[in-house]
């Protein structure tokens, strides 16, 4: 069993609503930063975004009557192009933090993740206290809550923070750094991708809360609680967590 996810099922506050809210079918553009598998990414065969996130957003529009249209977009741009109204809705994979709190309105949490540290195998079994000593680099995304947590762990001189995901992977293979703090329901995958090359070598850091994201004061943030309260009282949120992580 991993870890990461799965004090997942934090309490969504009854509303006294016998049945959850209907959008009357109302076609919503969905965000997405789709290159953090399993969470979202493209499926190189069919084109088509998929992924854990994609299957939550659409198990909740079943539930409360609405369709879903994901749009790829860079992380770095995410957020202003939600309030630029691009998109109706964030899903990917974001953190909910007191800080983000103050620009934008989250859902409840549909599960809880903690960052890892991805290592080259040969890495395989180092501490944190040995990377701190031995002064090793770290590496993020740029402008998430991974490069935070590596700030936090050796300083920001010691971090160098991408653009994009997979530049710094490609920077951990390159050796021009030693460690990529990656949210712990994205390690496995990468671990398949890149089997006897990288490893999550240092596991249960900092953990958060995943939430979908809306403009302040969004009316749909409500709905969106519903439906997500549906799909954790049916057992669809535990079915879809077992799909892509093999949790009982």
Not at 75 to 103: M, Y
Not at 220 to 233: H, M, P, S, T
Request: hydrophobic letters at 45%; a negative charge; charged letters at 25%.
């Amino acid at each position: 069993m991993k870890k990461f996810v799965v004090t997942l099922a934090l309490a969504v506050l009854a509303t006294g609503a016998a049945h959850a809210a209907d959008l009357g079918g109302k076609l919503l553009k969905v965000g997405s930063d789709t290159t953090s598998p399993p969470m979202e990414s493209v499926d190189p065969a069919s084109g088509q975004i998929v992924g854990f996130d994609v299957d939550v957003v659409n198990a909740i529009c079943a539930k409360i009557h609405c369709q879903a249209e994901f749009v790829t977009t860079g992380w770095d741009g995410i957020f202003a192009a939600l309030d630029q109204g691009n998109f109706d809705l964030v899903a990917s994979g974001v953190s909910i933090t007191d800080e983000r709190k103050k620009a934008m309105d989250f859902s409840d949490p549909y599960i809880v993740n903690s960052q890892v540290v991805l290592t080259r195998v040969e890495d395989q079994g180092i501490t944190m206290d040995q990377f701190k000593a031995q002064g090793r680099k770290l590496s993020a995304q740029a402008n998430t809550t991974d490069a935070q947590v590596a700030e936090n762990l050796v300083g920001k001189e010691n971090v160098v923070a991408y653009d994009t995901f997979s530049a710094a992977i490609i920077a951990l293979k390159n050796k021009d750094v030693d460690g990529v703090v990656i949210n712990g329901a994205n390690a496995a995958a990468y671990e398949r991708e890149f089997a006897g090359e990288l490893v999550a070598s240092i596991k249960g850091l900092q953990s958060d809360p995943i939430g979908l994201v809306f403009r302040k004061g969004d009316e749909n943030v409500a709905a969106f609680n519903e439906g997500l309260q549906e799909i954790k009282k049916d057992g669809t949120l535990d079915k879809l967590i077992a799909k892509y992580w093999g949790l009982k």
